[in-house]
T-cell receptor, first 115, second 112 residues
Framework: GQQLNQSPQSMFIQEGEDVSMNCTSSSIFNTWLWYKQDPGEGPVLLIALYKAGELTSNGRLTAQFGITRKDSFLNISASIPSDVGIYFCAGHTINSGGSNYKLTFGKGTLLTVNP | AAGVIQSPRHLIKEKRETATLKCYPIPRHDTVYWYQQGPGQDPQFLISFYEKMQSDKGSIPDRFSAQQFSDYHSELNMSSLELGDSALYFC???????????FGPGTRLTVL
């Protein structure tokens, strides 16, 4: 099945720093989504991307849908302690059966922000 | 704004027992998805329903079944539970396909 390679696996940064994480795949994705998950809670949708080359912002978050449709990045600017959590990329892709309803997730990036 | 509701939030079962997890999607969302997330893992897609019909199937064991009802809520039925079924189970909903999926708070299932 499709695989998303997400990096880095973890990051330790100081409050106020910017952070960047990305996902790549060997398959073409039609949609890229970025989620944040706190321990024991459900993933919360941060940004959704639908078009190749699309650059979208949500407050201090910025994400882009790669031109090749095989990658995406998420940037967080001026990090604050509440940014701590696991960030997942996820995407939809058309499989051989034509179904594209499921989300494939990356392995996640654990972000720690030191105050 | 209303979110996805899941019940129960926590469930403890013995091996070989059955469990039923419920999901109530965001109002006017017609599609529900079920995911399983093991400790330290990413969510894995199990099954989805669109307008009460199964729309996609992932790595769902044959011991599990699910359905979507006329009011769009969904239930995941799990039988002959195994220790390895212990995980967080998430329901997500969306309006149309393949729009953004919004996740519920999850049900933590522990099989003893």
């Amino acid at each position: 099945g499709q695989q998303l390679n997400q990096s880095p696996q973890s990051m330790f940064i100081q409050e106020g720093e910017d952070v960047s994480m990305n996902c790549t795949s060997s398959s073409i994705f039609n949609t890229w989504l970025w989620y944040k998950q706190d321990p024991g809670e459900g993933p919360v949708l941060l940004i959704a991307l639908y078009k190749a080359g699309e650059l979208t912002s949500n407050g201090r978050l910025t994400a882009q849908f790669g031109i090749t449709r095989k990658d995406s990045f998420l940037n967080i600017s001026a990090s604050i302690p509440s940014d701590v959590g696991i960030y997942f990329c996820a995407g939809h892709t058309i499989n051989s059966g034509g179904s594209n309803y499921k989300l494939t997730f990356g392995k996640g990036t654990l972000l720690t922000v030191n105050p | 704004a209303a979110g996805v509701i899941q019940s129960p939030r926590h469930l403890i079962k013995e091996k070989r027992e059955t469990a039923t997890l419920k999901c109530y999607p965001i109002p006017r969302h017609d599609t529900v998805y079920w995911y399983q997330q093991g400790p330290g893992q990413d969510p894995q897609f199990l099954i989805s329903f669109y307008e009460k019909m199964q729309s996609d199937k992932g790595s769902i064991p044959d011991r599990f079944s699910a359905q979507q009802f006329s009011d769009y809520h969904s239930e995941l039925n799990m039988s002959s539970l195994e220790l390895g079924d212990s995980a967080l189970y998430f329901c997500a909903s969306s309006s149309g396909l393949p729009n953004e999926q919004f996740f519920g708070p999850g049900t933590r299932l522990t099989v003893l």
